[in-house]
């Protein structure tokens, strides 16, 4: 009985991941290969030959690209602040994480209200005297504002989920690695780059990977944001389902987030490797 | 200790079963229509109070409202009761709706009896209520109308020209127009815009005519506030002053003239070489299959033909009665001003209705986006008009395929799926 107990305890887990994570998941894979019964690729042609396909893969992917480093780095000095707190760690962490209970539509929301054209930032513009009447600031002829609303709230929303897992990370190192560093006589940075940064790898893999699917998977911030005028993978993914009820479509846009966010997970577990024998 | 357990649950079963109880007993309304809160509330307390018994009108967004009657049909026991929903809502679910040729349905007037067919034998909807889109004018707007412009018979010309003066004059562009992700654009370009043009809306897609159409919109675009690629509903644009001359829906302008009467002008839609293209709209109510109780489900449906029903429901959603009836006096601001603007429309000497998708099936969304994606390429993303229309009439022609749909009006009657040239 003590042996099979392990397994046991985790089989209420196992079958509810079976239940709603890997049924799912192969209905899924079937819609997108399945077309008016009969096994075809036409619902992956069908998407790519889409007009917006392109642009929706390259706003996913350069969204990606400008946001999570952005947030590594971001997390990473975060995270070192708090480690090297006396006191208040708790409280810094805290506040830090604040944005984390805050579900991504309302994220969304909050941001817009701060773009929109009767928004805050318009009202500050407006009340400092540098714009004469209200701008548009979230219109069609300046996606690029739209870009970087949504980069703003998407590293004010999830730079913190990198950061606990990194503190948690730091508080692993043992500190004798530091205090060696110190006895030779390394600065701050050195110690930063060649002790805390190759001890963090397994955390900074997890990190990583972690943020770069969300990041492939960005939804509702896109949506409060930018509407239809910013289309990303995801958004289109539900357009098709629900707007075009086209399910096979939808689930060819589904497997092809999937592939992206299975290539850069192999990625950043090859480039962030660590041999067994070297780990803390 | 056993016996007070079992008494408890005795009690929770016994006081759950009151909950459920008068629940059941009242027939679902499920509905795609009248879905803000106040409407759905004037539904409930103002419109349906009338009938034995009581009615759970639930109205939902398109995409739950589908599943939910998929789910039933695919279980083959439901409780939905009545359908009620757009044209578009209810062709999608043709085979699983019940022939409700016993309804008695004299009043309402037979074309509009033709599209609750769904192209077969049988009454697949019975219409509910219709409703249709106008233009709406800030009375400031007024004075910038081109000479000898009749604001009831205008054309797209001069709105063109009426927008550009008010532009000049105010110093920013006043055209508005709902292009945002819920507006309904699509419907715009499908019954209003191209048919005026072209005196069709899928065969001629592609044609010199179709050019000039989109060539006289990008035109109007230039006097259309940028924003609009955010707007849904007209009316609030309309309030704030955002933009002083729209289109939209009657259901989505109604607001404006609401609240404040003595400020807005409703107008009809512009007219085109072609005629004085417009898109009347049809909700309909149905029965699935899979109704709890047939008899009373149709007792509901026959309740909501009532005239009294019809102006009930009218005051609740701002659409019309499907029925010709007299209407009273203290109707909302919103019914005074566009029952006039309907009337001068669909009785102008170029009327041309172009009526709304029909069998289509489920792929009345893939059909909008056609229509959709053609301007968002020609307006937003700058396009040429000719490589757009051409690469769009593929997926329109392969789409008319692959749905099986004859043309239906303006276009000419086609025998198979509906060409385009």
């Given amino acids: ?280 | 200790m056993k016996s007070l357990t079992k008494w408890r649950l005795t009690a929770a079963a016994v006081s759950l079963s009151m909950v459920a109880g008068p629940a059941l007993a009242e027939p679902l309304f499920w509905s795609t229509q009248a879905k803000p809160v106040e409407e759905s509330q004037k539904m409930r307390d103002e419109v349906m109070a009338g009938f034995p018994g009581g009615v759970d009108y639930q109205p939902s967004d398109e995409g739950p409202w589908l599943t939910r009657m998929q789910a039933e049909l695919q279980a083959g026991s439901g409780r939905i009761a009545v359908l009620g929903g757009l044209h578009g809502d209810l062709s999608s679910l043709g085979p699983d709706l019940v022939d409700l040729s016993g309804i008695d349905a004299a009043a309402v007037g037979p074309a509009m009896m033709e599209l609750g067919s769904l192209g077969t034998g049988e009454q697949k909807y019975i219409p509910w209520m219709q409703a249709t889109y106008l233009m709406v004018a800030n009375r400031k707007a007024l004075e910038f109308l081109p000479e000898g412009a009749d604001i009831n018979a205008l054309t797209y010309d001069q709105l063109i020209d009426w927008a550009r003066a008010t532009a000049e004059a105010t110093g920013g562009p006043k055209f508005g127009f709902p292009a945002g992700p819920q507006g309904l654009k699509h419907r715009f370009f499908q019954g209003f815009l191209l048919p005026a043009y072209t005196k069709s809306t899928v065969t001629e897609f592609r044609s010199d005519a179709a050019v000039t159409a989109w060539e006289t919109f990008r035109e109007l675009w230039q006097y259309t506030n940028p924003a609009a690629t955010n707007y849904s509903f007209m009316q609030e644009q309309l309030v704030t002053e955002e933009v002083w001359i729209a289109f939209d829906h009657v259901a989505r302008i109604a607001d404006a003239f609401n609240q404040r009467p003595d400020d807005f002008v409703a107008f009809p839609a512009p007219a085109g070489p072609e005629g004085r293209a417009f898109m009347p709209v049809v909700a309909g109510i149905a029965v699935p299959r899979t109704a709890p109780d047939m008899e009373q489900s149709m007792a509901l449906v026959q309740y909501m033909l009532q005239p009294e029903t019809q102006i009930a429901t009218l005051r609740a959603t701002n659409f019309f009665p499907v029925i010709a009836t007299d209407l009273p006096d203290d109707m909302p601001a919103s019914v005074q001003a566009a029952g006039p603007a309907i009337a001068a429309m669909t009785g102008a000497p170029d009327a041309l209705p172009a009526l709304l998708p029909m069998g289509l099936g489920d792929k009345g969304g893939q059909f909008n986006q056609v229509y959709t994606d053609t301007f968002e390429r020609i307006i937003l993303a700058g396009q040429d008009i000719r490589t757009v229309l051409d690469s769009q009439a593929e997926v329109l022609r392969a789409l008319m395929i692959e749905a099986n749909a004859p043309c239906w009006a303006p276009d000419a009657a086609s025998e198979g799926p509906c060409p385009v040239n």
């Fill in chain 1, 1 to 280: 009985m003590p042996r099979l107990l392990p397994y046991l305890l985790l089989l209420p887990a196992t079958a509810f991941l079976c239940l709603f994570f890997l049924y799912p998941f192969v209905q899924v894979a079937h819609d997108s290969v399945m077309r008016n019964g009969v096994y075809t690729l036409e619902n992956f042609s069908r998407m790519a030959g889409h007009w917006k396909f392109s642009t929706a893969f390259w706003n996913t992917m350069i969204l990606a690209a400008v946001v999570v480093p952005i947030q590594l780095a971001m997390a990473l000095t975060m995270a070192s602040i708090v480690t090297k707190l006396q006191r208040g760690r708790s409280t810094i962490l805290y506040i830090f994480a604040i944005p984390l209970g805050i579900s991504d539509l309302a994220a969304g929301l909050i941001w817009l209200s701060v773009f929109e054209q009767s928004g805050f930032l318009n009202s500050l513009l407006v009340g400092l005297g540098i714009v004469d009447r209200p701008i548009l600031l979230l219109g069609y002829q300046n996606t690029w504002i739209i870009f970087i609303a949504i980069v703003l709230a998407e590293v004010w929303r999830a730079t913190a989920i990198m950061m606990v897992i990194l503190v948690a990370g730091m508080g692993l190192i043992p500190k004798e690695y530091g205090e060696a560093a110190d006895v030779f006589g390394a600065s701050r940075w050195q110690k930063f780059r060649r002790v805390t940064l190759p001890m963090l790898k397994p955390s900074l893999q997890t990190a990583l990977i972690l943020r770069v699917i969300l990041a492939f998977e960005v939804f509702a911030v896109v949506v409060a944001l930018g509407g239809t005028q910013l289309p990303v993978l995801m958004s289109e993914t539900y357009h098709w389902q629900f707007a075009m009820q086209e399910r096979g479509v939808a689930a060819a846009f589904a497997m092809v987030i999937l592939g992206v966010s299975v290539a850069f997970t192999i990625l950043i577990l090859r480039l962030l490797h660590v041999p067994k024998g070297a780990r803390v």
